[in-house]
């Protein structure tokens, strides 16, 4: 088991920045590649960034490229979240979850086996 809990979450103006971490533990951290996703109200949840267990291989949605950065370290079995330039859309629940194919930085919610409670992220125009 997983255990993963997120914070950094809260209200800041459209342009403000926010960093979210996600503290894990139990097994081996570096034993996973991490993600994080969202979900906003009414919709789905989606792919925000993942990154693998190196950090060498990261991965993001179109809608976060350029404005958002996925690190992790793994000394301190964090990973975590720098979310730049926010707009009102990036409001939603962020969620970071881990994935046991370590090597990758998959997109798609079902590689991956564990995840945290959320963290609110609102973002006001």
């Known amino acids: 088991q997983v255990q993963l809990v997120e914070s950094g979450g809260g209200l800041v103006q459209a342009g403000g920045s926010l960093r979210l971490s996600c503290a894990a533990s139990?097994?081996?951290?570096?034993?996973?590649?991490m993600g994080w996703f969202r979900q906003a109200p009414g919709k789905e949840r989606e792919f925000v960034a993942a990154i693998s267990w190196r950090g060498i291989s990261t991965n993001y949605a179109d809608s976060v490229k350029g404005r958002f950065t996925i690190s992790r370290d793994n000394a301190k079995n964090t990973v975590y979240l720098q979310m730049n330039s926010l707009k009102p859309e990036d409001t939603a629940v962020y969620y970071c979850a881990a994935d046991p194919d370590k090597y990758y930085s998959r997109s798609s919610p079902s590689g991956y086996d564990y995840w945290g409670q959320g963290t609110q992220v609102t973002v006001s125009s």
């Open positions: 139990g097994r081996t951290f570096s034993n996973y590649a």
